[in-house]
Nanobody, 116 residues
Framework: QVQLVESGGGLVQPGGSLRLSCAAS????????MSWYRQAPGKERELVAT????????NYADSVKGRFTISRDNAKKTAYLQMNSLESEDTAVYYC?????????WGQGTQVTVSP
């Protein structure tokens, strides 16, 4: 059974940090690119960051460049999103996504709220 389980969300003050985790099971994690998306209330889901299967290349949305870092540990079958200097505009539900030619999987999401 394929599962992607996000964790690490919560309430944080502006300027604070959070680290999200996405634990995978039921598929060969090391062969999938991993991405983080987010969806704020009333807005479309948007791509935040992507990392290739080997971890050797990453890409970020302009809005998070320099503040967020995506990483992965293939031995632990887990992807991470380190979020620093958080702003109120980062408030959203964050989802992880696994992508390969032969399949796409989504997690259930974790809420991140940035508020004083």
């Amino acid at each position: 059974q394929v599962q992607l389980v996000e964790s690490g969300g919560g309430l944080v003050q502006p300027g604070g940090s959070l680290r999200l985790s996405c634990a995978a099971s039921g598929f060969t994690f090391s062969t999938y690119a991993m991405s983080w998306y987010r969806q704020a209330p009333g807005k479309e889901r948007e791509l935040v960051a992507t990392i290739v299967p080997t971890g050797g290349n990453t890409n970020y949305a302009d809005s998070v460049k320099g503040r967020f870092t995506i990483s992965r540990d293939n031995a632990k079958k887990t992807a991470y999103l380190q979020m620093n200097s958080l702003e109120s505009e980062d408030t959203a539900v964050y989802y992880c996504k696994a992508v390969a030619r032969w399949g796409v999987y989504w997690g259930q999401g974790t809420q991140v709220t940035v508020s004083p």
